[in-house]
Each structure stands twice: as structure tokens, then as C-alpha cells.
């Protein structure tokens, strides 16, 4: 299915009104909002290709019907997401969860939705069929150097890949780690991951980076051989220039102070990318913004500043992806909400009165801090983030179109009710 550019138009023209008021309500109230508004047009989130389908836990899963059954479905769904809101314009595969089978037709269809490829992810968390051998213990930490070794080949397997499609980097979230005390020697572990990483460094082309990715715990429940940013920051620092630490939204321990985190990372050089979600527990992946949107305006405040200290391009100096799972909701849907919720703290965070905030720190003012922070953070800025759309020609209401113009209905007509699409 495909919208058309006049279904946009029409949808478009029937808010612009109440659109409008709003916009130029806060126009007026608000400083540089052009500038706000340039800067949102340009920013754009990676949709990960395993999260087009419905997710599950191990309790249950419970399809929605009209999953994408393929890459190029994938793709596809991707692009209708790009055309409500023109801020998804990049697919960050999982390999071998989305193994392109045709390179140049892949790339073909991805030029036809205007597309780009984000982040190659590789996969050494499962068994495959017909693999050699088993990841249970592990696979770069793994005792074994034949199972290291075949992490490692698979690793650049996927990075080869990733060349073929135009893509600059990789993500490694490992699972390795232990279940129980005793089972792993943490030195050895960390000093076999680190080898195997190194090995992966070296088959990076020139321009690549490559992204290590921490989690606290899950599927091991004791220890995880990349379990927070210190441990990753030690491997990218020890790796050299071309990696960097990941953050994950949800990877962390309860309250752990994620802004902070981010604004060190960024200070060192060493923030790469981002998958965003939320969680209420643990790696809950649930939508962006929907558990605690406050946090995410924080994290958006130290990145935005961060980034300006160095004077980094905000589209394009770190990797933005979306990393969650839907178990209730449709995906699609689920994702548009995502994307917004993204754009609202990024707008937020550009709103920031940063140099007043400054002074404030300086006359250890904390109120005037907390007034200046909520004061953004308590702006409507959905009608900037919606006008940013509407120049790009995307839908005002991407999540209301998308309903309007019953797309899962149609997705179910095309590919059916029992599909399943490959992921989490
Ligand atoms: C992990 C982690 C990785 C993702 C897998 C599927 O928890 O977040 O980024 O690739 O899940
Ligand atoms: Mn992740
Ligand atoms: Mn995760």
C-alpha cells in the first residue's frame, strides 16, 4: 500500500486551520522558532527493521495481523511511516533477522522510499539453524576460540553487508554475561569480548564506527560482560577512535541517571548512538516518552548541549534509532508515537534558555535552574514539531491519518491475518 500525495493534502487541509492558530500562538511567544523548526525538518530517526512486527514476552505473543513477511515489506511499512512524518527516513537491519537477498534491488526500493541505511546490527544472542556452534555460554566472552571466532567472522560478515547497502556502522549488543556466581571468570570474559572486538575493528572500512552496546542484565541474570557505560566506554577507549558506546534507553538499572551519563559520554567523544524507548522495570521497550517523558527532555537537554560544545551537527553526529517492541499496540501506530515523542523533547531541549541556565548555575540559583528547565519542558511544542511536518509534506496527525485512511486494514488485506515478522 502507498499514500498518496493527495490523501496528505487533503488530510493536511482539513487541520490547517486550527494548525495555523496554534503555531502562530507560539510564534509569539517563542524566540527562533524558524530555527526550531529547520532543525526538526532535519532530524531523522532510524526505524529497526525487528520492530515492524509484534513483539512478545515469554509469557505470549499476540499477532495483530498484516506483519511485514519480508525485508522488502519491511521497507515498505518503513516508508509509510517516512510519508506521515517525514522524520523516519533511515532502516537499521538485524542480521540475520533481515538478510537482504538482492543488494541492489534492496537498495533500489530504499531509494524509492527515501530510505537510507542506519546502523547494521549483528546477532550473536541466538542459535541459527545449522550453525556450528552454540552461543548458550556465550560468544565473544565465550571459552571456546572456535565459538569466538565464528562471533567474530559473523560480525564481519555483517559488516560486509552493511558496505554493500551504504551503511557506516555496527551495533554489538552482546548477551553474554553468566546466570550465576562462579560461572565466569570476569577477567578472562571481558579479556576474550575485548580480543573478538578487536579483531571486528579491524575489518572496519576507514569511515565506519563501530557501536558497543551495553546492558545491565537480561537474558543473564548475574552479570552481563557489557553491562553499563563504564564497561563499554573501557572497550571503545581501548578499541580506538572508531567506537563508541551505545545507549540504550532501557539497558540501565532502576533510576540510574541517564543524563548525566549521556553528557560524559558526549564530553569524552565517545557517544555514538542511541536506541530509544521506555520502561517502567527493566528493558521494557515500550513506546518513547510514554513512562517518563521528563527524563527524555533531560537526556535531549544534555545532548543538545553536549553536541553544541563540540559543535556537532545534531541530524547527523550520532546514530538516532528506535529500539522497542509492541505488544499491545500496532506497530506502526506505536512507532509514529515514538517518533513524536522524540521530536517533542529534541524541541524542548532546543528551547532551553541555556545561557540564562548558566548564569544560574553560577549564582547556584537552583530554583531559577528548575524554572528554566520546566519551562521548556512544560511548552506545548507540538505545533512546531507539526509544522515541521507539514513543510516536508508529511501529515499533520501522522497516528489520525494513518487510522484514516485504514492502513493495518489494508496491510491485513494484502498479506493476510497470520503473518509474522522476523524480530523480537
Ligand atoms: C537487545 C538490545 C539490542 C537489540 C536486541 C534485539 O536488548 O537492545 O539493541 O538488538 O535486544
Ligand atoms: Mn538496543
Ligand atoms: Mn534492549
Known amino acids: 500500500m502507498k499514500i498518496e500525495r493527495y490523501q496528505i493534502e487533503e488530510h493536511n487541509s482539513k487541520l490547517a486551520q486550527s494548525h495555523q492558530r496554534k503555531f502562530e500562538f507560539l510564534t509569539q ?3 527562533g522558532t524558524e530555527d526550531i523548526v529547520q532543525k526538526l525538518m532535519k532530524f531523522q530517526i532510524a526505524i529497526p527493521s525487528w520492530a515492524l512486527g509484534t513483539g512478545g514476552t515469554r509469557f505470549g505473543r499476540f499477532s495483530g495481523g498484516g506483519e511485514p513477511r519480508s525485508l522488502e515489506e519491511k521497507m515498505g511499512d518503513i516508508g509509510l511511516l517516512h510519508q506521515l512524518n517525514q ?13 537482504p537477498q538482492n543488494i541492489q ?10 530510505l537510507r541505511f542506519d546502523a547494521m546490527n549483528s546477532n550473536t544472542f541466538q542459535d541459527q539453524p545449522g550453525q556450528e556452534q552454540s552461543y548458550k555460554f556465550g560468544s565473544m566472552q565465550h571459552v571456546d576460540k572456535a565459538v569466538r571466532k565464528q562471533a567474530v567472522d559473523h560480525n564481519i560478515e555483517v559488516i560486509k553487508q552493511g558496505v554493500a547497502l551504504g551503511s557506516d556502522s555496527l551495533t554489538v549488543w552482546l548477551a553474554d554475561g553468566s546466570s550465576f556466581p562462579g560461572q565466569l571468570n570476569f577477567r578472562r570474559a ?4 575485548l580480543e573478538s572486538l578487536q579483531e571486528i575493528y579491524a575489518a572496519l572500512p576507514e569511515d ?4 558497543v552496546e551495553y546492558k545491565a542484565f537480561e537474558p543473564n541474570f548475574y552479570s552481563t560482560t557489557v553491562g553499563d557505560w563504564g564497561q563499554s566506554l573501557l572497550y571503545a577507549n581501548k578499541l580506538g577512535p572508531k567506537a ?3 545507549v540504550d534507553l532501557g539497558h540501565h538499572l532502576p533510576n540510574a541517571n541517564i543524563e548525566q551519563i549521556v553528557s560524559l559520554l558526549l564530553m569524552e567523544g565517545k557517544l555514538g548512538g542511541f536506541h530509544f524507548n521506555d520502561s517502567k522495570y527493566g528493558d521494557d521497550d515500550l513506546t518513547a516518552g510514554s513512562v517518563k517523558p521528563y527524563q527524555l527532555f533531560l537526556i535531549f537537554n544534555e545532548l543538545v548541549a553536549g553536541m553544541d560544545a563540540k559543535g556537532m551537527d545534531h541530524a547527523s553526529g550520532l546514530g538516532w534509532m ?3 517492541s509492541h505488544n499491545v499496540k500496532d506497530p506502526l501506530e506505536d512507532l509514529l508515537q515514538s517518533v513524536e515523542a522524540i521530536m517533542m523533547a529534541y524541541a524542548q531541549a532546543l528551547l532551553v534558555d541555556k545561557q540564562g541556565l548558566e548564569e544560574a548555575r553560577l549564582q547556584n540559583d537552583v530554583v531559577r535552574c528548575q524554572e528554566i ?6 511548552t506545548d511544542v507540538r505545533p512546531l514539531v507539526a509544522e515541521a511536518r507539514l513543510r516536508a509534506n508529511a501529515a499533520l496527525n501522522p497516528v489520525g491519518l494513518f487510522r484514516e485512511l485504514q492502513v493495518r486494514e489494508k496491510l491485513i488485506g494484502e498479506r493476510g491475518y497470520k503473518t509474522v515478522a522476523t524480530g523480537l
Open 87 to 99: 522524520s523516519s527516513g533511515a532502516i537499521s537491519l538485524h542480521i540475520p533477522w533481515d538478510i
Open 244 to 246: 563508541y558506546t551505545l
Open 373 to 378: 528547565l520546566q519551562n521548556a519542558f512544560r
Open 105 to 114: 534491488d534492496i537498495k533500489a526500493l530504499a531509494a524509492q522510499y527515501g
Open 322 to 324: 528506535i529500539d522497542a
Open 208 to 211: 565506519w564506527k563501530v557501536f
Open 29 to 31: 511567544d517563542i524566540q
Open 190 to 193: 571481558f579479556e576474550n569480548t
